[in-house]
C-alpha cells in the first residue's frame, strides 16, 4: 500500500502548488454539488458533505464557492448539473492496473476523454470487472503530524474501526473499512486533532512494483487522464520506492 500513500501525498503537495489548482478547485465544487444532492444540504446530517467541504476548505477553495456548489447541490440555488458516477477501468504500462472514477453530465464526452488519455499514454481500456477486483474501498483520512506519534493516532482511532495507520512522512494515512471512515473521522475530531481530508478511496489489494523508467510511464498517464475535465480520480496498483520518487522529482 506504500506505493499508493506515497503518490497520494506527492499529489497533494503537487496540487497545493500546481497551475492546475483551477482543475482542483473545479472537481472539489462538484463533489461538494453531489453530496448536496444525495444526502441533503445539511452538512452535519450529510457527512459525505461535512468531508467534501472539508477538503475543499483545506484546498483553499474560497468560501463563496463552497457555498454556492452546496446550495446548486441542495436546489436551493438553481444551476446543478445532473452528474453520473462512471468508473472506468484499464491498464497502464507494465501491466498496472488502473481505476478511473469519472463525475460526469456527459457519458459519451467522458468516454472519448478516458479511452484518449489512456490510448495516448501507453494504456488500455479495460471490460468492467477486470481490474476492479484488485482494489478494495476504504475510508481514508489524511492526519498531519504536528509533533503526534504513530500511537497517539492510534489511541484515539483503534476503537472507531480503524484498520491501519501509515507513516507518510509529514502526515499520517489512516485506512479503515468505508462504512467506518465517519466514526474514525469522529474520533480523531474527539481527541483534538485536525485532519486534512477524509474520504472513500479505492486501495490496492496486490501491488505492482516499479523502477523509475516504467514509474514515469505511469506517472505521465495518470497526469493525462486526471487533466480531463471529467474524471475526479484515478487509482493504480502501483508501489515506488522513495529512491524512485526522489529520482522522478
Request: aromatic share 6%; charged share 30%.
Amino acid at each position: 500500500m506504500s506505493g499508493h500513500s506515497k503518490w497520494a501525498t506527492t499529489k497533494h503537495k503537487k496540487a497545493a502548488l500546481d497551475a492546475k489548482r483551477g482543475k482542483l478547485f473545479a472537481k472539489l465544487i462538484k463533489n461538494i454539488e453531489v453530496a448536496a444532492k444525495t444526502g441533503g444540504g445539511d452538512p452535519e446530517g450529510n457527512p459525505t458533505l461535512y468531508d467534501a467541504i472539508q477538503k475543499a476548505r483545506k484546498s483553499s477553495v474560497p468560501l463563496d464557492n463552497i457555498e454556492r456548489a452546496r446550495k446548486r447541490g441542495a436546489g436551493e440555488e438553481a444551476g446543478g448539473a445532473d452528474w453520473q458516477t462512471i468508473m472506468y477501468e484499464g491498464y497502464g504500462p507494465n501491466g498496472v492496473a488502473v481505476l478511473v472514477e469519472c463525475l460526469t453530465d456527459n457519458r459519451n464526452r467522458a468516454a472519448s476523454e478516458v479511452r484518449t488519455a489512456m490510448t495516448r499514454n501507453g494504456g488500455s481500456m479495460a471490460d468492467p470487472g477486470s481490474v476492479a477486483y484488485l482494489f478494495n474501498r476504504k475510508g481514508v483520512v489524511i492526519l498531519p503530524k504536528n509533533g503526534l506519534s504513530e500511537d497517539d493516532v492510534l489511541m484515539a482511532v483503534l476503537d472507531a474501526g480503524a484498520e491501519e495507520v501509515n507513516d507518510l512522512g509529514e502526515s499520517y494515512e489512516i485506512v479503515s473499512e468505508a462504512g467506518d471512515l465517519v466514526a474514525v473521522r469522529t474520533a480523531l475530531q474527539d481527541a483534538g486533532y485536525d485532519y486534512e481530508s477524509a474520504e472513500a478511496s479505492f486501495l490496492p489489494s496486490v501491488s505492482v512494483s516499479l523502477d523509475e523508467e516504467p514509474a514515469r510511464k505511469v506517472f505521465k498517464l495518470i497526469d493525462a487522464l486526471e487533466d480531463c475535465d471529467d474524471v475526479q480520480n484515478v487509482y493504480a496498483n502501483i508501489d515506488v520506492s522513495d529512491e524512485v520518487m526522489a529520482a522522478i522529482g
